[in-house]
């Protein structure tokens, strides 16, 4: 099931603030982790996004319920480099035959996997904390974004939800009519391929008939628009963007400090 | 010139398609007048509204003729025309009920300040019950129809047109949209409607116009004196014609063997513990509000989904030797043999490329030599005139087409008992009685027959017994 709403305690401080602020922090704070290789660099914006969560009013089991694709790739990335990295420096922690473990070999794959949550977090934790309706009004309002695409993605996006339960429908519709892929890999990617086409189908008419209704209420009038609810950009949302821009700052001097610093380039 | 709309000779032919969809229309409707617009299928009565509203553009086909709306033609009248379609899944924009009102409003440019007080008078005039935070998806259909009406009232409209605005809804759902547009729409309001189920149109109405088919308009004027020069005519065209009875058929003689029996079969939260024998050569209806479970248990009773509480127990009669398992653990292909569901939205159904092909898919699943696939899919085509049809796509199908079909499909394997979920909805009055005789003669032939419904005419023509299911005391409230 893929749930939408979001998750955060209403009123906490920082999930109230303007959604573009937040997105953009995010951004701020995140794309500077990438420049270094280091663990020591996104151990510290974890530590960070953590002790921020409560501001944002996120519990973090519900923010761990909502992000397991990402543990789940985390975890991938830990086993597959351990298993298979070339490199192989290192004191030797473990020797089980063709496994061979070593010490090199698990910093890099910790460091890979430390900088894959410090950078996705943020992203995770704004989505989780912002109505999907303030979102499309805030990047019309306070960051100019086309309405034509903000509020039609909005749109579509309200048809998602439904998208499930019709593959359901159609999986049953189809065993009614006799056709069942059973265990042959072959006819269950064939039969994956036509419910798939089928549910494109009906998902294009769908949206191609709420587009019609839209420009029948004026959407393509052409008319400037005007805004029934009004997001502000106020003092406190460019507090939040700047100091999230430091912190990423300052982790990264903390890292060149210690002497840890691996630039990405160079 | 002069307020109203005029249409003079108007046309219009979709781009790539051989025939006009509409033309030769001439019609003149003055401001505040209600009109019906009648017309068999193909008739192009939703052509002709969506001209009216300013939806064909010009790069989408050809046109001739003019209309004007107000004095200005449509192009530039296009504020002053509010349109309501069948779907109202695919009307609303927003999450939340009261910014989908604001939304056509924000689009017009109306100043912030006076978006809100026109919403909560809009929300009014349809009896909207909720608070204007209320989810959109939370509402039943009939609610999410009253909310797309508001949307559109709140932009004040002269002219409102309605696009079939009832057939997707149950009956109660129905009866809130017939409500809130008497309550809404004031004298001053031109209202254009399509409509295939006259009687309850009529109330709304003064004056039906029909479109002929082949082109231009068959008849204008007052209700009762177009039908009594037309009303044959339109009924035999698929027009549920006011005051016109369509004789019952019931079973020839009693219920045959039991088929399924269900003990506390169940699906919580969506289908309460149930029991019920299914027999041959009867027809059960299955009947209850929305929300209530109707289609689960059409799931459940077609071998599509793993009951959740109880169990269903196929008779060796319709089973054979699996009748020790379960139906929802048979294999698909004999499965559809023995039972055959219908769904709702027949498009869920289809797989392959042509009609022809798809009454062929379950006899070829089921081993049949082409030979007898060939002879049954002829014979399926022509009871249920899609003949002509054998190479186009299902996805090209008009509703009444691809509704046939569904039902071709599921008698294609001659299963032993067929169970069909709302079978007649939407359906022209034409496309209605052929389903009737056409389940009638199945269940006359032995088979067994449960078809979930709200449609009260078809339980009276064809249903020999009823079940009514009610809403569980402990389940969920609905919100």
């Known amino acids: 099931m893929i749930t939408l709403e979001p998750i955060a305690r209403p009123g906490a401080p920082l999930a109230r603030r303007n959604p573009v602020a937040k997105l953009a922090a995010a951004m701020l704070f995140a794309f500077p982790l990438m420049a270094t290789l280091d663990p020591v660099t996104p151990a510290i914006a974890i530590a960070v996004e953590l002790a921020v969560l409560p501001l944002f009013g996120v519990h973090p089991g519900l923010l761990a319920r909502r992000a397991w694709p990402l543990l789940a790739a985390g975890g991938g990335i830990l086993v597959t480099l351990v298993l298979f990295a070339a490199d192989r420096s290192g004191r030797v922690l473990l020797d089980a035959g063709p496994v061979v473990v070593t010490s090199g070999v698990l910093v890099t794959a910790l460091g890979l996997v430390l900088r894959l949550f410090a950078v996705a977090l943020p992203g995770v934790i704004v989505f989780a904390t912002t109505d999907p309706t303030d979102l499309a009004d805030a990047l019309v309002q306070n960051a100019r974004a086309p309405a034509r695409f903000a509020i039609g993605a909005l749109a579509a996006f309200r048809l998602v939800p439904l998208l499930g339960q019709e593959w359901q429908m159609i999986t049953m519709a189809r065993r009614a009519r006799g056709v069942e892929a059973g265990r042959n890999p072959v006819a269950r990617l064939r039969l994956f391929v036509s419910t798939a086409f089928t549910l494109l189908v009906g998902a294009i008419r769908r949206g191609t008939r709420l587009a019609v209704a839209m420009d029948a209420r004026g959407f393509d009038s052409g008319m400037p628009r005007t805004f029934a609810r009004r997001q502000r950009f106020v003092t406190a949302d460019w507090l939040l963007v700047v100091g999230a821009t430091a912190t990423a700052g300052a982790a990264l001097a903390v890292s060149v400090a210690l002497g840890v610093f691996r630039p990405l380039v160079g | 010139m002069g307020e109203g709309v005029w249409v003079r000779g108007f046309g219009w ?42 939806l064909l553009p010009e790069d989408s086909g050809e046109h001739e003729g003019s209309i004007e709306i107000d004095g200005r033609p449509v192009d530039e009248a296009r504020d002053r025309v509010g349109i309501v379609f069948q779907d109202p899944q695919s009307q609303l924009v927003m999450a939340r009920s009261g910014d989908d009102v604001a939304f056509g409003l924000e689009n017009r440019g109306v100043p912030a300040g006076q978006i809100w007080p026109r919403v909560d008078e809009a929300l009014h005039r349809v009896g909207f019950p909720y608070h204007r935070d209320r989810s959109t998806a939370a509402l039943s259909g009939g609610e999410q129809q009253r909310l797309a009406l508001a949307g559109v009232l709140a932009l004040r409209p002269g002219l409102l047109l309605l696009d079939e605005p009832t057939a997707n809804l149950d009956p109660a759902g129905a009866a809130l949209i017939r409500a809130a547009l008497t309550r809404a729409v004031d004298a001053d309001t031109t209202l254009i409607l399509v409509e295939h189920r006259v009687a309850e149109a009529l109330p709304l109405v003064d004056r039906v116009v029909v479109l002929e088919p082949g082109g231009g308009v068959r008849a204008d004027g007052p209700p009762e004196a177009v039908f009594a020069a037309h009303g044959d005519a339109l009924a035999a065209e698929g027009v549920w014609v006011p005051g016109r009875e369509i004789p019952p058929r019931r079973a020839a003689g009693p219920a045959g063997e039991v088929l399924l029996t269900a003990e506390q079969l169940g699906q919580p939260p969506r289908l309460a513990a149930t029991d019920l024998t299914v027999r041959a050569g009867e027809a059960l209806a299955v009947l209850g509000p929305n929300g209530v479970g109707k289609s689960t248990l059409a799931l459940l009773l077609g071998g599509l989904l793993r009951p959740g509480t109880g169990r269903l127990a196929a008779s060796p009669e319709l089973a054979g030797t699996d009748s020790r398992t379960a139906p929802h653990r048979w294999r698909a292909p004999v499965l559809t043999r023995r039972i055959g569901s219908v769904f709702q939205n027949p498009e869920h159904q289809f797989v392959t490329g042509t009609v022809f092909d798809e009454l062929a898919l379950g006899p070829r699943r089921t081993g049949a030599s082409e030979s007898a696939v060939h002879d049954r899919v002829t014979e399926l085509l022509s009871r249920l005139r899609l003949d002509r049809l054998a190479a186009a796509n299902p996805y090209t199908l008009s509703g009444g ?27 022209d009055r034409r496309t209605w009685r052929e389903l009737v005789d056409l389940l009638a003669d199945l269940r006359d032939a032995g088979h067994g027959l449960v078809t979930i419904t709200h449609d009260a005419d078809f339980v009276a023509a064809l249903a020999d017994r009823t079940l009514a299911l009610a809403p569980p005391d402990t389940g969920p409230a609905r919100p």
Not at chain 2, 408 to 416: H, M
């Open chain 2, 13 to 54: 032919r979709h781009a790539g398609r051989r025939g006009w969809a509409v033309r030769g229309v001439e019609l003149r409707v003055e401001r505040g007048e209600k009109v019906l617009l009648l017309g068999a299928s193909g008739a192009g009565k939703s052509t002709l509204l969506a001209a009216l509203a300013g």
């Open chain 2, 401 to 427: 087409e691809a509704r046939r079909l569904s039902v071709a499909t599921a008698l294609a394997t001659a299963p032993r008992l067929l169970i069909c979920d709302e079978p007649t909805f939407g359906q």
